[in-house]
């Protein structure tokens, strides 16, 4: 059986993420911090912070990955999605679970962070597509993104 697209990936031209589920960048500020200012750990200067628009189908997985600078998770509409953490150190290992949605009553937020270095992963849990904004502070750059390819 073929899963039916969200009218969203069209809608708002979203595109296929590296690491799984759809994607569009937002925005992205117009402060830059030097890269003196953030260390050695960024390839160059990063923007103050930046947004995407993500969604991932049910059966869709975002792939464990790790992001340099702090990630905020702001859910939208569509079907819950179940965040994992995994941790510091050089690999993942599955720990807090977060449900981004709106059946706050159940244990669900609307809203989670994942702190920069922490490995995550995430899948739609619901029967529809989950829809949230990532917003990562200092900005995205994939020179700061560790991705597991999930197809080894």
């Not at 993420?17 to 937002?26: A, L, N, S, T």
């Amino acid at each position: 059986m073929t899963q039916e697209q969200s009218p969203l990936v069209k809608l708002l031209n979203l595109e296929p993420h590296v690491e799984g589920g759809w994607c569009k960048e937002i925005w992205k500020a117009s402060y830059e911090i030097p890269k003196s200012v953030l260390g050695p750990e960024y390839s160059g200067a990063r923007a103050a912070a930046s947004s995407i628009y993500f969604l991932l189908h049910p059966g869709e997985v975002s792939a464990w990955h790790v992001v340099l600078s702090d990630e905020l998770w702001l859910y939208h509409s569509g079907g819950p999605i179940e965040l994992t953490l995994g941790g510091t150190l050089e690999n993942p290992e599955a720990g807090q679970k977060i449900i981004l949605g709106m059946d706050i009553e159940n244990g669900q937020v609307p809203q989670a962070l994942v702190p920069a270095n922490v490995w995550q992963t995430s899948v739609a849990v619901g029967n529809e597509p989950g829809f949230v904004t990532c917003v990562v502070a200092p900005a995205f750059h994939y020179d700061d993104f560790k991705l597991i390819d999930s197809a080894k």
